[in-house]
């Protein structure tokens, strides 16, 4: 007997052996995605700067060195969210590396907000920064951010010295008096210029250039490539170089995200941060000079504090250390380290 299969069962049966099919190639899709790990790479800093171009240059290290394992990807300029949202999204995981001055946990952990340049006036050169960051008080510095933050700061880049950038000239305190000056969403940051007699007023860091456009601000404090990469001197023509903070950058890695690695890459994501970040610094310092004249050159109207109005300008906030150092006595002895190594 010749058996008839209903053509019921037969549509039934191909449906099922096409979904078995399906199912394999879903499966073995998943898996062999699983090979590479994500690494989501978002910052706030400016395309063409030394920070920026360091960056690029890690995620190709990684994807490289890690044999392809790790799949980074880089997102700058505030691609991925604004430089609060950006810090945020890299204490919980959801982006694996971001850039920030230490003195952003200032509220978590603020006996490491003096190693982020708080409250103005900590680094005394270069080479301080070097013997602050690179040495034992760095890595002690990322341990406590890792522990108290979940963030672990592999490597330190930076940015450089910081100056006023403003719509008209303010060489003195008396010119500068009363001036909207934008800054950081950080207490620090707004406690340091309201002791200068200036009106300091926190904003994300994406909208300086249509705040300055507006009216809603009348200058900001930057370093020479940040207002040359976001082109903010096409709205304030008078920088005034005070050098009055340095911010170094810490490169932070979401600690989970870190620990969940193979041994090997957790090993090459902390060398390659290391050496990435060396080359950046030395790259930094090298073109400062380069980056200012190329903004005098488009107009910028350039000024240096006296040494007389310097010395105003820190007498005003020194007492920032003493209240800085009363938070905790773990506090105290960070700053106390730092500055001791001012040599």
């Known amino acids: 007997m010749i058996a008839i299969r209903h053509p019921r069962a037969v549509g039934r049966r191909a449906v099922l052996a096409a979904g078995a099919a399906a199912a394999t190639i879903a499966v073995g899709r998943p898996l062999r995605a699983q090979a590479k790990i994500p690494c989501r790479i978002g910052h706030s800093e400016g395309i063409g700067t030394p920070l920026t171009d360091a960056f690029e240059t890690w995620a190709k290290m990684l994807r490289e060195k890690s044999g392809g394992r790790i799949d980074a990807q880089h997102f700058p300029a505030s691609q991925l969210g604004s430089y609060t949202q950006n810090i945020e999204a890299n ?16 509220k978590v952990a603020p006996e490491i907000a003096a190693a982020g340049g708080a409250p103005g006036f900590v680094y005394k050169d270069e080479a301080h920064v070097d013997r602050v960051l690179q040495g034992e008080l760095g890595e002690m510095i990322s341990q406590v951010a890792r522990k108290k933050t979940g963030v672990e700061f592999v490597a330190y880049g930076e940015v450089g010295f910081r100056h006023l950038l403003t719509k008209r000239a303010a060489t003195t305190l008396d010119m500068a008096k009363g001036l909207k000056i934008r ?42 490539f940040s207002i040359k990469g976001f082109k903010w001197f096409e709205q304030a023509k008078f920088l005034t170089l005070s050098y009055h903070w340095f911010l170094p950058k810490a490169v932070r890695v979401n600690a ?35 980056a200012l004249k190329d903004l005098q050159a488009a107009g910028v109207t350039v000024a240096k504090l006296s040494d007389a109005e310097s010395a105003k300008w820190f007498g005003l906030t020194k007492s920032m250390f003493d209240d800085l150092r009363a938070v905790s006595p773990e506090t105290k002895t960070v700053v106390d380290k730092i500055l001791a190594l001012r040599g």
């Open 91 to 106: 204490r919980l995981g959801t982006i694996q590396v971001t850039t920030g001055g230490p003195d952003t946990e200032e």
């Open 183 to 224: 800054v950081p969403e950080l207490r620090v940051w707004v406690d340091f210029w309201k002791k200068l007699g200036l009106n300091p007023t926190p904003l994300p860091y994406a909208e300086q250039y249509s705040a300055l456009s507006s009216g809603v601000i009348d200058g900001l404090e930057a370093d020479f």
């Open 256 to 290: 989970a995200w870190l620990d969940g690695l193979p041994a090997d890459l957790r090993t090459m994501v902390r060398a390659t941060a290391k050496e990435a970040f060396a080359e950046q610094r030395k790259v930094n310092r090298a073109k400062a000079d380069d």
